[in-house]
Every structure is written in structure tokens, then in C-alpha cells.
């Protein structure tokens, strides 16, 4: 990997506005679409947690097969939120394309690196332990209980984090403050939401 790129990664963790005016000012995307697989193959690790790691399982088929729709799914998922964002970006007048989006959302996804990582090392520890998805005792102190917990933790903190460094990015592609940033996020997640909970509230009377 070139040293700017290099460079870059370093520097998402720790001077993310900088990395970020780097990346939308020279057009860094030549492994936009590797980041993108790096965010669905995390989030489908962490939708198959519990089948991947029940000791009474094969492992290699389950995770090779979450590994496959996750790259494909990274794509999509971020694809779609990126749209959305530019979409409610026109209406407080942003500045950014949504291919310049797209790529400051796969930047924004490197922490799952880290979220995978801990999902596979908590897999590899329950198998250890024997764990077969069976009852146990939700208690701090109990293996199981523990392993769980911490990777629950963990997840929603890389979460969070991605969230915080989109937020960022979309400062610099839309020329926007942090506070509007935060609103052309919002404003994209309840294009979806607020919908779905219309239906929602639809069928439940």
C-alpha cells in the first residue's frame, strides 16, 4: 500500500478531519471498495455471533459463507446510506457528490477491522469453552456471560465510533459544520425510519 495511503490510515484514527480533507481533495479511492467489504463483513460476523461460535458447529463453511455476503453486502449497505445522505444533503444545500460520500463512508468503516477481530477472537474463545448456545447464568463471572458482554460492549463503541468519524467526513465533503453534518445525517436515517415506523404503528392498529 502507498505510503499517502498508509499515511491516511494512521491518521483516521488520529487526526480524522485532516485524513479526511486528504482524502476528498486528492480523490483517494483505490480501496474504496476493500473498505466496503472490511464494513459488511463485520456486520455479518456479528449477525451470525452465536451459530459461528457454537462449539456443536463447523466453523469454516458458516464463516467463509458470512465472510462472501458481507463483502457483497458492505456494498450495498453503505451504497445506500451514502445516497440517502446526499440526497438529504441537497436540501440544506451540500456540496458533495454522493461518489464523494460513498468514499469518506468506506474510510469512515475502517474500525470494523477492530470489531472483527474482537467478534473472531470471542468466537475462537466460546468454542474453546465449549459453548453450545444453551442457557447459562447472565452474571458477570460466568464465561460465557462474560465473553458475550464484552464483545456487546466493544461492538457498540467501534459503532459509535464509525458514526462519529462519518459525521467528520461528511463536514468535509459537504462544507458543512459538525452540527449540520450531524443533521445531513439524521435527515438521511429518518428518510427510512420514520416510514418504517409509520408502517409500523399501520399494522399494529
Not at 485532516?18 to 480523490?27: C, L, S
Not at 458447529?57 to 464463516?63: A, D, E, G, V
Request: charged share 10%.
Amino acid at each position: 500500500m502507498e505510503l499517502v495511503y498508509r499515511t491516511v490510515l494512521i491518521n483516521i484514527i488520529k487526526k480524522p478531519l485532516k485524513a479526511f480533507r486528504v482524502i476528498y481533495y486528492y480523490g483517494l479511492d483505490k480501496y474504496k471498495y476493500l473498505f466496503l467489504s472490511i464494513a459488511g463483513i463485520s456486520y455479518t460476523i456479528n449477525r451470525q455471533f452465536f451459530i459461528l461460535a457454537d462449539s456443536r458447529t463447523h466453523l469454516l463453511w458458516p464463516l467463509a459463507g458470512a465472510v462472501g455476503l458481507g463483502a457483497l453486502l458492505g456494498w450495498i449497505g453503505v451504497a445506500l446510506l451514502s445516497q440517502l445522505i446526499y440526497w438529504s444533503g441537497t436540501w440544506i444545500k451540500g456540496k458533495g457528490s454522493s461518489g464523494d460520500i460513498l468514499n469518506i463512508a468506506s474510510y469512515a468503516a475502517l474500525p470494523d477491522i477492530l470489531r472483527i477481530i474482537s467478534a473472531l477472537t470471542c468466537i475462537l474463545l466460546l468454542r474453546h469453552f465449549a459453548y453450545e448456545d444453551a442457557q447459562y447464568p447472565h452474571v458477570w463471572g460466568n464465561i460465557y456471560y462474560t465473553i458475550v458482554r464484552l464483545k456487546f460492549y466493544f461492538g457498540w463503541a467501534i459503532t459509535l465510533y464509525y458514526f462519529v468519524l462519518l459525521v467528520i467526513g461528511i463536514s468535509v465533503v459537504q462544507d458543512f459544520s459538525i452540527g449540520k453534518s450531524i443533521l445531513n445525517l439524521l435527515l438521511a436515517i429518518s428518510i427510512v425510519m420514520v416510514p418504517l415506523g409509520l408502517l409500523l404503528i399501520c399494522l399494529r392498529f
